[in-house]
């Protein structure tokens, strides 16, 4: 594995958490929930005849948010948008439901006709420099922010975003400095120091994130994701056994959480403790704890225990596709264990799948195109195979570590580059 990719993806998977306040990304919550002090749905006094349903429908769409139908959450916002007399911070209101609808071009219309003292200018710039954000428009959320900074008006989640916005546009020396004043000025908010350590890990300097997450963690003793930094650097730079505890530590204060549990067995993995590895992930799963990706990894440990040829491998990655029907990884062992099995038509599926996944010339891809040559190989649909090979070479062969190092990478970018 790169070094820094470890570190990397569960940095950023905190980071989004300094000014995406939830995993889910409902990045207006945080504008009613902790800035306003008011409910989500916030209360007029006066709402016109025609718009007389509106209560019912904010009720609506957040019914369907909870469901994740941003389609349909949108759909019931725009005839919430088109009436007429809506309140000024109920149609701020609905901005912040597009903005957890995904819809940010939408909720950016809706911020930009409000009024700048609707709710409050702090929080009415930030939301717009959010919406810009999300719409990958860094520059333009950079310029409302410091704006909102020279006017006076700023707090620690518009440092977080500014910061982050640089790091976006890789003006790593602008990030480093908004972030070092936000640490000082917020000592006590964790994501000043996620923030700074994520930026470390951007430019290389892998002993400076370490010297910050040895500070986090001193900080924060009750912060399972200062743990989690600390460890994912340390496991980058090769400290499996260091990396094991603080991971552990992380464990115990976040119980229901996946990514401990996944990360402490994939450092006994690197140390060859497949069998305690295997423990560590069956644990997690009996405790209640469901994530595709633990039984992925639980297959590779269980490849290194007992061979490629159980079934009990088949059994885990079986389970893996089942929780995440899209993990290109599972599907891409599964096919080749099906394929060694000698069920060539059997891992064709999962093979065609897997390369649907994920387009691109990564491992995974350049794994399944691989190996689904060698099934059309094996069905004697020769043409279609020597095509296959020569997209990867005749030379190509696939490797398991290839495969996990392949999912550590996705875990990572998905967690720092959403």
């Given amino acids: 594995m790169e070094i820094g990719i470890l570190v990397a993806t569960v940095a950023s998977k905190i980071r989004l958490k300094a000014y995406l306040r939830d995993a889910q990304r409902h990045v207006l919550l945080a504008i009613c929930a902790l800035v306003l002090r008011i409910p989500p749905i916030c209360h007029a006094a006066q709402v016109n005849t025609s718009c007389s349903e509106a209560e019912r429908i904010f009720a609506k769409v957040e019914v369907r948010l909870e469901k994740k139908d941003d389609r349909a959450a949108s759909a019931l916002l725009r005839g919430l948008a088109s009436c007429p007399n809506l309140s000024p911070v109920k149609r701020f209101n609905v901005g912040w439901l597009y903005g957890k609808a995904h819809d ?21 710039a930030y939301a717009i420099a959010l919406a810009q954000f999300e719409l990958g428009h860094y520059q333009e959320a950079i310029d409302t922010l410091t704006a909102l900074r020279a006017s006076g008006k700023f707090d620690a989640k518009c440092g977080d975003l500014l910061g982050v916005s640089y790091s976006k546009l890789a003006q790593y ?12 000025q917020f000592p006590s908010d ?8 994520t930026l470390f890990v951007d430019t290389g300097e892998l002993d400076k994130a370490a010297q910050v997450a040895d500070r986090a963690v001193a900080s924060l003793p009750q912060s399972a994701e200062a743990f989690t930094m600390r460890g994912s650097i340390e496991l980058s730079q090769g400290e499996a056994e260091k990396a094991y505890h603080d991971f552990a530590s992380a464990a115990r204060l976040s119980p229901k959480s996946s990514d401990p549990p996944f990360f402490m067995a994939l450092s ?14 069956q644990s997690a799963i009996v405790s209640g704890i469901v994530d595709s990706d633990l039984h992925y990894l639980l297959a590779e440990c269980l490849i290194r225990i007992n061979g490629p040829d159980s079934e009990a491998v088949l059994s885990e990655l079986s389970r893996a596709i089942e929780l995440n029907p899209r993990s290109a990884s599972a599907r891409v062992l599964r096919g080749q264990r099906l394929l060694e099995f000698g069920h060539p038509q059997e891992a064709m599926v999962d093979l065609k799948i897997a390369r649907q996944i994920d387009p691109d010339s990564g491992r995974d891809t350049r794994n399944a195109t691989y190996l689904l040559a060698r099934a059309y190989l094996a069905l004697g649909r020769r043409d279609e195979a020597k095509a296959l090979f020569d997209q990867v070479g005749s030379q190509f062969s696939p490797t398991s570590a290839e495969a996990l190092n392949q999912l550590s990478d996705q875990k990572m970018r998905i967690a720092l580059h959403p």
Avoid at 190 to 197: E, G
């Fill in 268 to 281: 006994d993995y690197r140390l060859s403790k497949f069998s305690e590895a295997v423990q560590v992930l």
């Fill in 104 to 124: 940010f071009t939408s909720a950016l219309r809706i911020f930009a006709s409000l009024p700048a003292e609707i709710p409050d200018r702090l929080t009415h």
């Fill in 173 to 184: 020396q602008n990030a480093y400095e908004v972030m070092v004043e936000n640490l000082d």
């Fill in 190 to 197: 964790p994501y000043q120091y996620f923030n700074l350590m």
